[in-house]
């Protein structure tokens, strides 16, 4: 071998990320390819709005450990300018209007059911959404969705689960339940996991991030299934939940998706993400009560202000305002697609888990009494907003402005 392309390829070899065992190398480099371009793929990331940085993938994960979240708009630059023109103002209902046909359904909530599905899903090995673990785990995950639909005789009713296929191999999954309109409500949790040190290499376990929302979200279909009106179809809008491959490498499974549904033009009428719901040591240690984290920055003010009333309304525990900044969740694609968004947390932002995206992100710190609160709130909004009739809704806002 020529020195000159032996200088070319050592500074390579040697900054190249570790490849675990089982992983299936997707990437093929040549000689050829080495000489005609760069051997480092850079990728486009948004850190604020309109604020964008070239970075390559290790720098990704430079940014992650130091706190700075960012969308990775590489592939979908154009997201929401199909929507630009829609000016129409997000209505949500004034007051909850469902408890008869909610609180029986509450009941059948269970821990144990969370509880033995994050100890499935936390026995992968990682589920970096670039690994063969990741694969096998959405995998995994479908086949529950599917079983779950099964179980609950919900297939014979048209609900039906199925992967959103994507390029790095973990795919996203959407379960829907077909409504009265094709008008959609859609809760949803991210099923990848990371450790940000060696993505490839070392255990992601995430119990909590985002297994915790994974499972939470997971329940709470589990029991809408048990609900003959929403089994035959009786709700007014069509209700999805989204289980979002690689929100770790910047929200790239449900950018995928918002820009699907933007070209569609699919109209969503609200989407609520479920990320991180199950620790709360560190509240109890600064002596605050156990709360529902409810995000307050980069989100729907409307859709924000019904989500606490649905806290007050059917959780044991009550609702605390905190930020996250811009990003921070899969809640962030569904906003910037122009669909009112919000995001709910197991606490404060300042008070969430610091074992997250380490070996360390393990079941044993959580709490499935704080996770079943979740599961409740989760349940009884989407109830809520899959039989409100937004036209009638927003025709009787209309006349109220009159």
């Given at each position: 071998m020529k020195a000159s392309l032996l200088a070319l390829l050592l500074p390579a070899a040697a900054s190249a990320r570790f490849v675990?065992?089982?992983?299936?190398?997707?990437?093929?480099?040549?000689?050829?390819?080495?000489?005609?371009k760069p051997a480092v793929e850079r990728y486009l990331v948004e850190l604020t709005p309109g604020e964008t940085r070239w970075v390559t993938e290790d720098e990704k994960w430079e940014l992650r450990r130091a706190g700075q979240r960012f969308m990775d708009i590489t592939e979908h630059g154009d997201l929401g300018t199909l929507r630009l023109a829609s000016k129409a103002q997000p209505v949500f209902p004034k007051k909850v209007k469902k408890q008869s046909e909610i609180q029986p359904l509450l009941k059948d909530l269970s821990k144990d059911e969370m509880k033995d599905h994050l100890e499935k899903l936390t026995s992968?090995?990682?589920?970096?959404?670039?690994?063969?673990?990741?694969?096998?785990?959405?995998?995994?995950?479908?086949?529950?969705?599917?079983?779950?639909?099964?179980?609950?005789?919900?297939?014979?009713?048209?609900?039906?689960?199925?992967?959103?296929?994507?390029?790095?191999?973990?795919?996203?999954?959407?379960?829907t339940i077909p409504g009265q309109s094709n008008s959609t409500i859609v809760i949803g949790a991210h099923q990848d996991?990371?450790?940000?040190?060696f993505p490839s290499v070392l255990a992601a376990p995430g119990a909590d991030d985002d297994g915790s929302g994974t499972v939470t979200i997971l329940e709470a279909f589990r029991v809408l299934l048990s609900s003959e009106d929403?089994?035959?179809?009786?709700?007014?809008?069509?209700?999805?939940?989204?289980?979002?491959?690689?929100?770790?490498?910047?929200?790239?499974?449900?950018?995928?998706?918002?820009?699907?549904y933007e070209k569609q033009g699919r109209e969503v009428k609200a989407m609520l993400q479920q990320d991180m719901t199950g620790f709360i040591q560190r509240t109890i240690d600064?002596?605050?009560?156990?709360?529902?984290?409810?995000?307050?920055?980069?989100?729907?003010?409307?859709?924000?202000?019904?989500?606490?009333?649905?806290?007050?309304?059917?959780?044991?525990?009550?609702?605390?305002?905190?930020?996250?900044?811009?990003?921070?969740?899969?809640?962030?694609s569904a906003s910037k697609a122009g669909y009112p968004s919000a995001f709910v947390i197991e606490s404060t932002f300042s008070e969430s888990d610091d074992h997250i995206h380490s070996t360390e992100d393990l079941i044993k710190y959580l709490s499935f009494d704080h996770m079943l609160q979740h599961a409740r709130m989760t349940l009884a909004l989407t109830y809520e907003l899959g039989f409100t009739d937004f036209q009638k809704l927003e025709g009787e806002d209309y006349m109220d402005e009159l």
């Open positions: 675990e065992l089982n992983e299936v190398n997707r990437v093929l480099i040549t000689t050829d390819a080495l000489l005609e992968f090995h990682t589920r970096y959404y670039k690994s063969d673990y990741g694969r096998q785990s959405s995998e995994w995950l479908l086949k529950t969705v599917q079983d779950t639909i099964k179980d609950a005789g919900a297939d014979k009713h048209g609900v039906t689960a199925e992967h959103f296929k994507h390029s790095w191999g973990q795919n996203s999954i959407i379960a996991s990371i450790n940000l040190w929403v089994l035959k179809g009786k709700a007014a809008n069509t209700i999805e939940f989204h289980w979002y491959s690689a929100e770790e490498g910047g929200l790239l499974g449900s950018q995928a998706i918002f820009s699907e600064a002596g605050e009560p156990e709360s529902v984290g409810v995000i307050t920055d980069f989100v729907d003010p409307g859709l924000t202000a019904f989500i606490k009333k649905i806290i007050e309304e059917y959780c044991e525990i009550p609702w605390v305002e905190t930020k996250c900044g811009y990003a921070c969740s899969d809640h962030a």
